[in-house]
């Protein structure tokens, strides 16, 4: 039933396809209908969060579940994002909401920076600088004046009902995550998104049939990170005090990565089921067990995903769907890979 | 002022034997299998730990323990090889890092769940005394700490140089396909290297413990320093990998002289990129594109 939701509508225009979105439409308009009338503050809380983890989650996907270059420190991203609008409103009086471009320019500015040398060679540089850059950024953040260190940065709250703040940031981030995933459905179908999906299959081919590999990397690295650094700044706003441990939290990395990947990297969908599964599962679970047992929890399952089901949710539904159209005894050498 | 550079170059060096055996095993394990073991710093966290927990229920001494870490963790390397790597071995490298990188997350959330956040220090008789060599004093604990990696090294070179599954190891290395058409049976080998390299690891570990403050959230910054020291020193080369180690000791003795304690790692950084930059495969000739 739900696997309508997942039908790739550029293979072919059935009703099918045509279902799926009209499914994906009313959920939106439901979400939409939620956050007009709802009343529960914890619930547009949640939600506003799984929104911006989406956005997150799929700006990720543009060079990790396309590209095959994984981003372990999407956190350094969205905190530069933080940063950047949280200094421009203490020295210069000016709000977040006006500023975010300029987060996401930041930000895309630390992703080129990072990406220009880990990017131009192949395999798992780009992986684990990120990794451990994160851990320089947060000292630099610590030591450098302009960002009070640990004394930390207070926004000014907007002048608004609680009721309306979190309204406020539950369409904001339900917008975002809407037009970012729309330009992730873009990209999918574009020259970029061939040229990077031909990147993740096999690099050689794609540079020898004319693809301009290391380009195409730094130019989908720079939107992922403009698109963290948009989120980032607005979350500074959102929770009005940013300090360095506590902004560059490895837990927003990883929260991504967990997302994308049990949701189905290298899909559009992937992020729209990966962000609220993962959220509202560890929502569930901090009622009985601590962060660490969470994440204990979490990490077995991205093991168990990598050994054994590639590909996520999405990756599921996809074979479970081919299985439905294929003849059962499909020949051995399909059924390897 | 001739003594004071004595003791950066003493220190640097000593920290550089370090730093060379946390990398050692990263190295061989990237450039002989192509495995990127992020979870490589997890294992040395442990390898801390392990020395930590016999120090004190036991009271062995951490210059035992290290060479217990060793047969431990060489059989959890094989576990992780057989159990996560057989898996991802033949898939797209990118299924295996996540893989690892589950690992890495695994193991360093069950060492906080048993351990917590806090900081730990292994205080040992000897740990605040020193030596005085010419006109320098140095630690001992930092003597007895890169005596015990230079012997690892030496012990694993000679392996790797002399012995005939080292040459083995080294064959699959250059050419795996070539290796088993000669008759070397590669999928033990892998896991033999493996476990080698998580017992490099380990003992890398109880070396860091006897010198620096340890706690399971910091483990990262360990990557960090080895992944530093094999980008220097080129794959799957212990004696390149020697010279990354003294190189990286040597700059941060000598960095940690002129500014501030925090900026170090920075420099460290700015060290990883232009490195990144300037020579792709590394300061050694293993010229290869790929990790």
């Not at chain 1, 309204?167 to 574009?190: D, K, M, N």
């Not at chain 1, 590909?311 to 769907?321: D, E, H, P, S, T």
């Not at chain 2, 030496?154 to 000669?182: E, K, P, Y």
Request: aromatic residues 12%; hydrophobic residues 60%.
């Amino acid at each position: 039933m739900l696997s309508v939701f997942f039908l790739r509508s550029s293979e072919r225009r059935g009703w099918r396809a045509w279902a799926s979105v009209a499914l994906w439409l009313a959920a939106l308009v439901a979400l939409v209908l939620y956050g007009m009338f709802g009343t529960g503050l914890f619930f547009l809380s949640t939600l506003g969060t799984v929104f911006l983890y989406v956005v997150l989650t799929q700006a990720w996907n543009i060079l990790g579940g396309y590209g095959g270059y994984l981003n372990f420190g999407m956190v350094t991203f969205f905190g530069t994002g933080a940063y950047a609008s949280a200094i421009l409103f203490h020295y210069f009086g000016l709000s977040p909401f006006l500023t975010a471009p300029f987060a996401g320019i930041a930000a895309a500015i630390a992703g080129l920076l990072i990406g220009i040398p880990t990017l131009r060679l192949r395999g798992a540089y780009f992986a684990l600088v990120t990794m451990i850059i994160t851990f320089a950024v947060q000292i630099l953040v610590l030591s450098v004046p302009y960002t009070q260190g640990a004394l930390g940065i207070y926004m000014q709250p907007v002048g608004l009902t609680p009721l309306g703040v979190e309204r406020l940031f539950y369409f904001l981030f339900l917008g975002l995550a809407v037009l970012v995933t729309l330009l992730v459905y873009a990209i999918e179908g574009s020259n970029i998104g061939w040229a990077l999906v031909a990147i993740r299959e096999d690099e050689d081919a794609a540079e020898i049939i004319g693809v301009r590999t290391t380009e195409v990397k730094w130019i989908a690295n720079a939107i992922a990170c403009f698109i963290a650094g948009v989120v980032g700044g607005l979350y500074a706003q959102r929770i009005l005090y940013l300090e360095p441990t506590g902004t560059f939290s490895f837990d927003i990395s990883l929260n991504v990565v967990l997302m994308a990947v049990i949701g189905g990297a290298g899909t559009w969908q992937g992020p729209l089921i990966g962000a609220p599964l993962v959220l509202l599962v560890a929502d569930a679970l901090r009622v009985t067990f601590t962060s660490e047992v969470n994440r204990v929890i979490f990490s077995i399952v991205v093991i168990v995903i990598a050994l054994f089901i590639p590909g996520g949710v999405m990756g599921l539904l996809n074979r479970w769907r081919q299985r439905g159209a294929r003849p059962v005894s499909a020949p051995a050498s399909e059924r390897a890979d | 002022m001739v003594n004071q550079i004595a003791i950066i170059v003493a220190d640097g060096v000593l920290l550089g034997l370090i730093y060379a055996i946390a990398g050692v095993g990263l190295s061989l394990v990237l450039g002989i299998m192509g495995v990127v073991n992020v979870a490589h710093s997890a294992f040395i966290m442990l390898g801390s730990f392990f020395a930590f927990e016999l120090f004190r229920r036991l009271g062995i001494d951490p210059i035992i323990s290290f060479f217990l870490a060793f047969p431990v963790f060489f059989g959890a390397g094989i576990v992780v090889y057989r159990a996560l790597i057989t898996r991802v071995e033949k898939a797209p490298q990118t299924q295996g890092l996540v893989a690892m990188f589950g690992l890495m997350v695994l193991l360093e959330n069950l060492g906080t769940i048993v351990w917590t956040t806090d900081t730990r220090v292994i205080t040992v008789g000897y740990t605040n005394t020193s030596t005085l060599i010419g006109s320098m004093v140095l630690a001992n604990v930092k003597l007895i700490a890169g005596v015990l990696a230079l012997l690892l090294i030496a012990v694993f070179w000679a392996f790797l140089r002399f012995t005939l599954t080292g040459r083995a190891i080294r064959a699959m290395g250059q050419n795996r396909s070539a290796a088993m058409s000669v008759g070397v049976n590669v999928r033990q080998l892998s896991a033999v290297m493996f476990g080698l390299g998580i017992a490099c690891a380990g003992s890398a570990g109880v070396a860091l413990a006897m010198i620096f403050p340890f706690s399971p959230n910091t483990q990262i910054l360990w990557l960090a320093w080895a992944f530093l020291v094999v980008i220097l020193g080129g794959l799957g080369n212990v004696g390149n990998t020697l010279i990354a180690g003294l190189v990286v000791g040597l700059i941060q003795t000598a960095s940690t002289a002129f500014i501030r304690f925090d900026y170090v790692y920075l420099v460290l950084y700015v060290l990883l990129a232009v490195i990144l930059v300037v020579r792709r495969e590394g300061l050694s000739r293993t010229a290869r594109r790929g990790i």
